[in-house]
Nanobody, 127 residues
Framework: RVQLVESGGGSVQTGGSLTLSCAAS????????MGWFRQAPGKEREGVAA????????YYANFVEGRFTISQDNAKDMVYLQMNNLTPEDSAMYYC????????????????????WGQGTQVIVSS
C-alpha cells in the first residue's frame, strides 16, 4: 500500500513563499496521478494542483493564478508544490494525494478521484 507524508508547511507573511514536499513509499508502481489539495476550517477540501506521474502538463486550480508550481521527482518518489506570493486566503491544511486511476482535466482536481492521502501539513499566511 502507498503511504504519503507531507512536509514543508509553516507560517509566512503575505507575499512569502513555501515549498511543500510529499514523500511516497510502498508500492508506488501503479500510481498514475499525484495531487495537492487544501482545506481551510469550515470549508470543503479543494484541489490545488495535480500531475501525471508519467509526465505531461500539470493541472492547476483557477485560484492558483500562476503562483504555484507542482513538480515531481519520480526517482525519489517525491512531489513538490512551490507556492509563491502567498496570501491569507491560502491558509489551510495542505494534503498530498495519489491515485492509480486514469482521468483528465475533469477530475484531476476532484478529491473523490484520489484514494490515498497524507496526513497534511499546515500553511498559515499572515497579513
Amino acid at each position: 500500500r502507498v503511504q504519503l507524508v507531507e512536509s514543508g508547511g509553516g507560517s509566512v507573511q503575505t507575499g512569502g513563499s513555501l515549498t511543500l514536499s510529499c514523500a511516497a513509499s510502498g508500492n508506488t508502481s501503479r500510481t498514475n496521478c499525484m495531487g495537492w489539495f487544501r482545506q481551510a476550517p469550515g470549508k470543503e477540501r479543494e484541489g490545488v494542483a495535480a500531475i501525471y506521474t508519467g509526465g505531461g502538463d500539470p493541472y492547476y486550480a483557477n485560484f492558483v493564478e500562476g503562483r504555484f508550481t507542482i513538480s515531481q521527482d519520480n526517482a525519489k518518489d517525491m512531489v513538490y508544490l512551490q507556492m509563491n506570493n502567498l496570501t491569507p486566503e491560502d491558509s489551510a491544511m495542505y494534503y498530498c494525494a495519489s491515485t492509480a486511476g486514469h482521468g483528465g482535466s475533469w477530475n484531476f482536481l476532484d478529491p473523490n478521484f484520489y484514494g490515498i492521502w497524507g496526513q497534511g501539513t499546515q500553511v498559515i499566511v499572515s497579513s
